[in-house]
């Protein structure tokens, strides 16, 4: 497996994973259910260790695919940077978690640390969300201005005529 095929197989694990932790951990802060705060703790620090792959097979897979035709340089700077910013929120998102887990017993440390673990959480999952957003621009050039753009030169328009052929007639 190369990095590229590594990045994408494991770049939405984050995205899922901080989400879904922060909705099991406001269930849980709701019921008081303590095995839902603990599990969504778990699923926090899975989302925080998943994005240490991610990102360090990112720069394997730009030099992959940076010459590649269709994509968008500009895209993968701006996908670059932010993942930066989600790496370092997810990282303290996991971190408190971790921390949650070993101070579960006091219970005014903990109520702190689940609260900040819930914020942190949905912080995490937007930063990711925008993340993957941006990463989508890089190739995706039918997310990059709304419009679908016709790659097959074989295509037809509306009126049936083949796409190269009325270029043509537009030229004359």
Do not use: W
């Not at 991610?54 to 992959?64: A, I």
């Not at 887990?101 to 900040?116: D, Q, R, S, V, Y």
């Amino acid at each position: 497996m190369n990095a590229a095929q590594i990045h994408l197989a494991l770049n939405h694990a984050p995205l899922f994973l901080s989400i879904i932790g922060g909705v099991i951990l406001i269930l849980g802060m709701i019921k008081k259910n303590e095995s839902f705060k603990n599990l969504s703790l778990y699923f926090l620090i899975a989302a925080a260790l998943f994005t240490v792959p991610v990102f360090l097979t990112g720069e394997g897979t730009e030099e992959l695919v940076e010459n590649l035709p269709g994509v968008n340089e500009t895209a993968i700077e701006e996908h670059e940077n932010m993942a930066k910013i989600s790496l370092i929120i997810i990282s303290i998102t996991g971190a408190i978690s971790l921390l949650a887990i070993f101070l579960k017993k006091n219970t005014k440390m903990a109520k702190l640390l689940f609260t900040g673990a819930l914020l942190l959480s949905l912080s995490s999952f937007g930063f990711m969300a925008q993340t993957a957003h941006l990463g989508g621009l890089i190739r995706h050039s039918e997310l990059q201005n709304g419009n679908s753009t016709n790659t097959n030169p074989n295509e037809k328009d509306a009126s049936g005529m083949e796409i190269k052929e009325q270029e043509k007639d537009d030229d004359d």
